[in-house]
């Protein structure tokens, strides 16, 4: 099975499953999106903020596929954190998306306990009603996880977080994970930044023959974290999900495990 057709569980689900890895959004464009749509991305992670749901859409549908033929998720902003903000942005989210049942739908950043609690009940609602899959957070740590515990239910299927070889957040994976909460690692390239440089990813890129981008989101498959790159450049695009024809070995995931020097893990 490629990495492209593998999927991890959601344990607080029905059964749903998560693409292993998805095309992120912010800041492409239709044209972006149809390249990544053609080189075959399973999942498009959105969100209301982003104002890319529409081109998701269109660049799925110019290269020839429906919106309901990917796994979609989108995100509601923090200006839209109560009952009524969450149902009319999750209304205009199935419109511009143009579809009647959203894959997942997280909250994007927490805010006061008494907000995320408003948000998460409305967010059950939309789950009880079938109108999304699965709901999920983003940028939540373990205080903020506790505390929408306490007034719900309803775990998260998700938790979406910053996560790359230079920010490997240990802890808050482990204590997401003892939760049944899956993990999905943003900016997994560091933004472009710093990690594309790092001369121990780059010394191993180099062993493998790949690039250290390449390397960054193997490493992340193989400790079964979900994934979100973007890019707007079509070599870049399909390099991001070129991640097949090799893998690290233990010692190379260990070399990268103890990455982090920053103090930042
Ligand atoms: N939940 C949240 O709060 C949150 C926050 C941030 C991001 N996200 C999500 O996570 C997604 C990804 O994170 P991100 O956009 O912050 O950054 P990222 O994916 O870590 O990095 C994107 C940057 O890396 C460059 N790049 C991509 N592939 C490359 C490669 N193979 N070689 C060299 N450079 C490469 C891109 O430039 P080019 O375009 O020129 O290739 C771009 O500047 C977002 O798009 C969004 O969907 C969520």
Same mark, same amino acid.
């Given at each position: 099975?490629?990495?492209?057709?593998?999927?991890?569980?959601?344990?607080?689900?029905?059964?749903?499953?998560?693409?292993? $890895?998805?095309?992120?959004?912010?800041?492409?464009?239709?044209?972006?999106?149809?390249?990544?749509?053609?080189?075959?991305?399973?999942?498009?992670?959105?969100?209301? #903020?982003?104002?890319?749901?529409?081109?998701?859409?269109?660049?799925?549908?110019?290269?020839?596929?429906?919106?309901?033929?990917?796994?979609?998720?989108?995100? $509601?902003?923090? +200006?839209? #954190?109560?009952?009524?903000?969450?149902?009319?942005?999750?209304?205009?989210?199935?419109?511009?998306?143009?579809?009647?049942?959203?894959?997942? *739908? *997280?909250?994007?950043?927490?805010?006061?306990?008494?907000?995320? *609690?408003?948000?998460?009940?409305?967010?059950?609602? &939309?789950?009880?009603?079938?109108?999304?899959?699965?709901?999920?957070? +983003?940028?939540?740590?373990?205080?903020?996880?506790?505390?929408?515990?306490?007034?719900?239910?309803?775990?998260?299927?998700?938790?979406?977080?910053?996560?790359?070889? &230079?920010?490997?957040?240990?802890? *808050?994976?482990?204590?997401?994970?003892?939760?049944?909460?899956?993990?999905?690692?943003?900016?997994?390239?560091?933004?472009?930044?710093?990690?594309?440089?790092?001369?121990?990813?780059?010394?191993?890129?180099?062993?493998?023959?790949?690039?250290?981008?390449?390397? +960054?989101?193997?490493?992340?498959?193989?400790?079964?974290?979900?994934?979100?790159?973007?890019?707007?450049?079509?070599?870049?695009?399909?390099?991001?999900?070129?991640?097949?024809?090799?893998? &690290?070995?233990?010692?190379? #995931?260990?070399?990268?495990?103890? &990455?982090?020097?920053?103090?930042?893990?």
């Amino acid at each position: 099975m490629t990495v492209a057709e593998t999927t991890f569980p959601l344990p607080n689900t029905a059964g749903l499953r998560i693409p292993a $890895i998805g095309f992120g959004t912010w800041q492409v464009d239709r044209t972006a999106v149809a390249a990544a749509a053609r080189a075959g991305y399973p999942a498009f992670d959105s969100a209301t #903020m982003y104002r890319t749901e529409r081109a998701v859409t269109g660049g799925l549908a110019d290269a020839g596929l429906a919106p309901t033929d990917r796994f979609l998720t989108t995100k $509601i902003w923090r +200006s839209d #954190m109560t009952e009524r903000g969450v149902r009319s942005a999750f209304h205009a989210s199935t419109r511009n998306f143009g579809v009647d049942t959203i894959d997942l *739908l *997280l909250i994007h950043w927490p805010q006061a306990a008494a907000s995320n *609690l408003e948000t998460w009940k409305t967010m059950e609602e &939309l789950l009880e009603a079938g109108r999304v899959r699965a709901i999920g957070v +983003s940028n939540f740590d373990a205080a903020e996880l506790d505390a929408l515990a306490a007034g719900s239910d309803t775990v998260p299927a998700v938790n979406q977080i910053e996560l790359h070889p &230079l920010r490997q957040r240990k802890a *808050l994976v482990e204590e997401s994970r003892q939760r049944g909460i899956s993990v999905t690692a943003y900016s997994p390239l560091g933004q472009g930044g710093p990690v594309l440089r790092d001369p121990d990813l780059t010394a191993i890129a180099d062993d493998l023959g790949v690039t250290t981008a390449q390397v +960054s989101l193997r490493w992340l498959f193989q400790k079964e974290i979900v994934s979100i790159p973007r890019s707007s450049n079509p070599d870049r695009i399909r390099q991001n999900i070129d991640l097949d024809g090799f893998a &690290l070995d233990d010692e190379q #995931m260990a070399r990268i495990d103890a &990455l982090p020097k920053q103090g930042r893990n």
